[in-house]
């Protein structure tokens, strides 16, 4: 039973994300762009003041699929790089904490634009 409220609060930690740039999108004149910048500063800010691991105690996957987990990620980095190795590090690190994630996403759009063919409009 608690892998079924497992289930329950990844999806609506990330429906809830999702639902807030739904909100966004239908009631601001914000490009989906502003938006999922928005998001990723979001991360990072409830990275810095440590409120995004009770965040991803409760949701998971849903809270660290959405980009707020990419920037997350990046602040974590920057956080760890600036205590360990000062201003370069905090320029550094959070670059190396998401390297591979950026990787992947690279690999994955090259394979993708390898199989799809584009139609103009």
Same mark, same amino acid.
């Given at each position: 039973?608690?892998?079924? =409220?497992?289930?329950? *609060?990844? &999806?609506?930690? $990330? ?16 490009? /989906? !762009?502003? +938006?999922?910048?928005? *998001?990723?500063?979001? $991360? ?7 409120? *995004?691991?009770?965040?991803?105690? &409760?949701?998971? @996957?849903?809270?660290?699929? /959405? #980009?707020?987990? &990419? ?6 980095? @920057? ?10 590090? !905090? +320029? ?6 998401? @390297? @591979?994630?950026? !990787?992947?996403?690279? &690999? +994955?759009?090259?394979?993708?634009? =390898? #199989?799809?063919? /584009?139609?103009?409009?």
């Amino acid at each position: 039973m608690n892998g079924w =409220l497992d289930y329950l *609060f990844v &999806f609506l930690t $990330g429906g809830t994300v999702c639902m807030l740039g739904q909100i966004l999108m239908n009631t601001t004149k914000m490009t /989906p !762009a502003r +938006i999922l910048v928005g *998001f990723l500063l979001l $991360g990072v800010v409830l990275e810095t003041v440590g409120v *995004f691991d009770e965040i991803k105690a &409760f949701g998971k @996957a849903g809270a660290t699929v /959405p #980009i707020m987990g &990419f920037g997350s990620g990046l602040a974590k980095g @920057a956080i760890e790089g600036a205590l360990e190795n000062g201003l370069i590090g !905090a +320029i550094t690190g959070g670059t190396e904490a998401v @390297a @591979a994630g950026i !990787a992947g996403v690279i &690999f +994955i759009a090259f394979v993708v634009g =390898l #199989i799809a063919t /584009p139609k103009s409009k």
